[in-house]
């Protein structure tokens, strides 16, 4: 019987062979089981013999192949049962196919964590049946091509297998939408705010938002799904695949982007998946969509400095004892934070209170190589009493609707060429057509030391975004000086 492991976001095959030989009554799991594995016995007598078989009064042996890939979870107790049904006579050779499943001590077969990962590797090997939880079915469903059997119970695969229960069909996957995702439209004023998250929704740049409290920041970049393009088939299933790993968590079926919002107490693993089983962290559940971290200087600094890896490699390494986990982390940061402690830095309306001790502190908390991850650095200002009594129309330009139609045609373009300009590596940068007086202000800004090369490289990403934006064809000065205009001296 033909089962599976899971390691990070990738499943395993793995044989369940058993051997049932008289001697004196036992039974053994082999093959790097862990504890729940060695626990299933238990389980597998109860729920054989609740199903109405007999639990053979031998040597039972259980070999979990390859013997040097750990085992970890209870994909295992339906094999088992059904190997060990098979081998004492009682029920029918399976024809080739893939079981994975916990059992209940009433037989009841419940859910696993991960079975997204499993159909997959079935669908690479050329095994197109598998047995399931149902509850799990909904999930497999992602994956075309397969037979899925969903059993409530181990009598219910015992009748499959021999012939005299069939399942009932798959249930049609239905995909939800947010409840309220808000509107750009709901925000008063910030247009240059506005702009700066139209180019980096449309390159998948990430962005910061400096500026006094109750100004709107949290606002904007909550309601930054609501311009994002929806996720596509491929991105829809890598999203269901982590949510998978999570055993508490029910997936989201959703073409919507993940929008992942941790709170500053979140610990290492949270952020970043761990456990003695590793799952997915917040970094990971925010694949193919946007990490939002409010008030950045209140995260502890050890936890800011690991974003540094994912945000150039898009995957996150968990290492253990046992080995590395990579988990996948391709996902748009968006942050949000005030200039100072007390917040009031440069409002003309409220004094700041604090000292420049204070402030350097508070600067401090950032470091300069993650500020040199986020391409686009904006000062959000107190809206003015026009700006605040001339609120966007849900129909104008700076509403969601029409953001995102710009947004998906500039995305457009760059799927052409076969990356998000946020993604573009230096060697596909030199390829970009560039006016001649753009490429003499870079020459220029960088021999008077006023530009590395990472951020060389991120003015050309955003430029070109900016052109896609307009649907031009090449990068010019003022394309150019737009895009370095999208950095907060403050920082400087």
Known sequence: ????????????????EVCCHQGIPSDVVVGLPDIVIKESRSRVKAAIRHAGYQYPAKVVTVNLAPAELKKEGPFFDLPIALGILQASG?????PRMLAVGELAL??????????????LMAKQLGILTLLIPQANVAEACLVSGLTLVGVHTLQDAIGYINGTWFPSNPPAIELTTPEDIGDFCDVRGQWAAKRALEIAAAGGHNILLV???????????????????????????????????????KPIFSRFRPFRSPHHTISFAGLVGGGSIPVPGEISLAHHGVLFLDELPEFPKPILELLRQPLEDQTISVNRAAGAVVFPANFML???????????????????????RDIARYQARLSGPLLDRIDLM?????????????????????????????????????????HLNARLSSRLLLKLPIEDSANQLLVSLMSRGLLNGRRHDKALRIAQTIVDLEGGSMITAQHLGEALGYRFKFFE
Request: with cysteine; charged share 20%.
């Open 378 to 418: 904006i000062e959000v200002a107190r809206p003015s009493g026009h700006e605040w009594a001339t609120p966007d129309l849900p129909g104008s330009e700076l509403a969601s609707s029409a953001i995102r139609d710009r947004v998906e045609k500039a995305r457009f373009l760059q799927v052409q060429r076969g």
């Open 211 to 249: 500026g006094p409290p109750g100004i709107g920041k949290t606002m904007l970049l909550k309601r930054i799904p609501s311009v994002l393009p929806p996720m596509s088939d491929q991105e829809v299933l890598e999203s269901i695949q982590i949510q998978a790993l999570h055993r508490s968590k």
């Open 106 to 119: 009433s037989g009841e077969v419940r859910s696993v964590r991960g079975i997204v990962s499993v159909a």
């Open 334 to 356: 968006v942050v949000a934070m005030n200039p100072c402690p007390c917040g009031y830095l440069g409002d003309p309306s409220i004094r700041c209170r604090c000292s420049q």
């Open 90 to 94: 009682q029920v029918n050779e399976s």
């Open 1 to 16: 019987m033909l089962s599976a492991a899971i390691t990070g976001v990738t499943a395993h095959p793995v044989t369940v």
